[in-house]
């Protein structure tokens, strides 16, 4: 295998980004897996730990999969689930964009019909268009799945909601009957990340996989909402709270490898009195470009605070009031801080390459993977037009009002 990462195939890079995880594991156990608390995200120590180590696997599953099941799960499901999850027992991915739908999850696909001789759901792939499609830990590493897919009960539809679904025998870790999954293939960017697909066909999974925090479904089939189903987005929020964080220290990355290069580069002898060559960064032209994206870098991260300080207050009230009064403002911040901060990271990631000139071109500068991945941000979770007009929609909503 090589050495060098931006040389490795796909495939090398998450064993190369495993061994890491394993370092963590076996350097503090206790402090990176066992003691993750998922009810305050993002818990910072192991946030730290995937940022730094990039660790294929547990990202998504921690911040999506882990997030989304004590936020949804009843009590005595968390019970039962979340042990396993924290310490890294199951490996969980988050399920539910589809080939055919993404941001208009009222028209996913995917079924979850009750049989009520059995007790179970049975999870099916009716077409083409409703194989889950981009998952992130889809493909390769997770054993489960939280799957989105359409409640039915006789014929009566009760809308879209998440069950738990195994994909993998935790043994041997071969496929269960009726479940495929797979890499999606070659991406722009982030390749180290193992976006996925997967089809069901006929899957049944207990009655009890159901994701019951809110909601009900009992033995004879009735449906019944014990709370409000809005909580279904905060899984969504978490990740776009997340990803806020994400951008600032991307972009950093990228300012801080440029500014480093333009103080060591010198062109033209312009210094008074001297005959040695002016650093670049001298320049006005530069250092307009660089102070502009050095300004941006310390208002995202503090931004990120603000945002991350904002959801968790939400959290809070959610699961000790059941009251959802912050949840509109939040999902408006939320909505639109990812438009900006993605689209900045991805354009100044690529404005800071430029300021390198002919050096920021080579993929020993460390730029190219940088611009590969932020080249994802602006589309992943919510393409930034939706995010944008969902943004809008609150701010027209409270006009109407005032």
């Not at 946030?47 to 999969?65: E, N």
């Not at 009566?156 to 994909?167: A, D, R, S």
């Not at 207050?313 to 993605?342: A, N, P």
Request: aromatic share 12%; proline share 3%.
């Amino acid at each position: 295998m090589t050495h060098k990462f931006v040389e490795m195939t796909p495939s090398e890079q998450q064993e190369f980004l495993w061994r890491k995880n394993k370092f963590l594991h076996t350097l503090n156990r206790k402090r990176y897996f066992d003691d993750v608390k998922m009810s305050q995200p993002p818990y910072r120590p192991h946030w730290i730990a995937i940022y730094s180590a990039q660790m294929p696997g547990l990202g998504l599953h921690q911040q999506g999969f882990a997030t989304a099941i004590a936020g949804m799960a009843s009590e005595e499901q968390k019970a039962r689930w979340l042990p396993g999850i924290y310490r890294a027992e199951i490996l969980g991915c988050y399920a539910q964009t589809e080939l055919g739908h993404g941001s208009d999850v009222a028209s996913l696909e995917t079924t979850a019909t009750f049989d009520r001789e059995t007790d179970e759901f049975i999870i099916h792939s009716p077409t083409v268009s409703s194989s889950k499609f981009w998952p992130g830990e889809m493909g390769r590493f997770s054993s489960h799945a939280l799957v989105y897919a359409k409640l039915i009960i006789g014929k009566k539809f009760f809308g879209v909601h998440p069950f738990l679904v195994q994909l993998r025998d935790l043994e041997t870790y071969k496929h269960l009957k009726g479940v495929k999954t797979g890499d999606i293939g070659p991406k722009v960017g982030y390749f180290s990340k193992d976006n996925g697909w997967a089809r069901f066909e006929q899957v049944r999974i207990p009655r009890t996989n159901l994701m019951m925090g809110f909601i009900n479904v009992d033995r004879e089939g009735n449906f019944k909402k014990t709370g409000d189903l809005r909580v279904l987005y905060t899984a969504m929020m978490v990740m776009r709270t997340l990803i806020v964080q994400f951008c600032g220290y991307g972009l950093q990355k990228a300012v801080l490898i440029g500014i480093r290069y333009n103080v060591m580069r010198r062109q033209f002898q312009t210094i008074h009195g001297s005959t040695q060559e002016r650093p670049i960064l001298d320049y006005q032209t530069q250092r307009h470009i660089y102070s502009s994206l050095l300004a941006k870098v310390f208002v995202m991260h503090v931004n990120s605070t603000y945002t991350t300080n904002m959801f968790q207050g939400m959290m809070e009230e959610i699961w000790e009031t059941r009251q959802f009064g912050k949840m509109d403002s939040t999902h408006h911040i939320l909505s639109g801080f990812k438009v900006i901060y993605t689209d900045d990271y991805c354009d100044g990631a690529e404005e800071a390459r430029r300021a390198c000139g002919g050096a920021g071109y080579a993929a020993f500068s460390g730029f190219r993977a940088i611009n590969e991945n932020a080249s994802a941000y602006p589309t992943f979770e919510g393409d930034n037009t939706v995010m944008m007009a969902q943004a809008s929609r609150y701010l027209f909503k409270l006009l109407a009002k005032a």
